[in-house]
């Protein structure tokens, strides 16, 4: 897996060449070496996050850009504060200031999503996890937010786990197959998880090896069931998560039911971007 400066850096470089091009062509109006100082301030109560990619918008451009902050990634943030200051070159900073303030929109809209869900099954032992419903070329970003957010990240891709789903299964020629075919090819730092749809298939994953399942579109009494089922077997180590049509509304009813982990698409694909705005002056003399 990419490392995290490395991903930040590609981000942020396609990012500036997206919206650049050839030129800011705006920004070209103001005389070349006035300063200004910014801040970027809240509008709505969240949980910061992007610090990082917001920095390297701006310092890859002026590498002699100030920026200081009065919070760091994880922490909440109210409506109305001020987050940092900044000061550097004007047109630098009107360069930066969009792709700056979209990643720091996007990725503190993953967080504070994440933190609603964490706090709402706060102490159940049920853990928040995120999938791989991410935007294209920001899966390591985003979940790199989730984690801010206190949640939990599932596999980063196709490469690191194995989620055996209905179609693999189908493919496969049912549960048991698929799994002995999974068992063989994964390494030790490679999990495998398969999903179910049904208390049978449930017990079909367990009698065929299963350690890791799960719990696909059930019914809170359907995951009390399976989890009961599950542990009167005497098997703790199966971890058994559950997935599909969770919402804050339940989330926590989910939770209760016994499961290990939720994870929920929602986290990354269905968010709306906090509103931050930045605010320019002149330098003071």
Not at 29 to 53: D, F
Not at 184 to 209: K, R, T, Y
Request: with cysteine; proline share 2%.
């Amino acid at each position: 897996m990419k490392d995290l400066h490395d991903e930040i850096r590609d981000n942020v470089q396609h990012a500036l060449k997206e919206d650049i091009g050839s030129g800011d062509l705006t920004a070209s109006l103001i005389p070349e070496n006035t300063a200004l100082h910014a801040s970027v301030i809240s509008r709505k109560n969240a949980v910061l996050c992007g610090t990082q990619w917001f920095d390297a918008c701006f310092l890859s451009l002026a590498p002699d850009t100030r920026i200081e902050w009065s919070a760091t990634d994880g922490d909440h943030i109210r409506a109305g504060q001020q987050l940092c200051a900044i000061k550097g070159n004007a047109r630098t900073l009107l360069t930066a200031e969009r792709s700056g303030l979209n990643f720091l929109q996007l990725l503190s809209a993953v967080a504070t999503q994440t933190r609603r869900y964490v706090d709402a099954i706060a102490g159940t032992g049920a853990v928040i996890v995120d999938t791989r419903k991410t935007l294209p070329g920001l899966r390591l970003a985003q979940k790199y937010a989730v984690k801010c957010g206190g949640g939990t990240n599932h596999r980063f891709g196709l490469h690191d786990g194995i989620l055996i789903k209905e179609n693999h299964i189908f493919a496969a020629g049912g549960i048991a197959p698929a799994l002995k075919n999974a068992q063989a090819i994964a390494s030790a730092s490679v999990f495998v998880q398969i999903e179910v749809e049904s208390l049978p298939q449930l017990h079909q994953a367990v009698a065929a090896g299963a350690r890791m399942i799960l719990l696909d579109n059930f019914t809170v009494d359907q995951l009390t069931e399976a989890v009961a089922s599950i542990r009167r077997q005497g098997s703790e180590e199966i971890v058994l998560e559950a997935s599909g049509n969770i919402t804050l509304a339940n989330v926590r009813q989910v939770a209760e039911t016994g499961v290990d982990r939720i994870s929920i698409g929602a986290l990354t694909k269905d968010v709306k971007a906090i509103d931050l705005s930045m605010r320019f002056a002149k330098p003071v003399a």
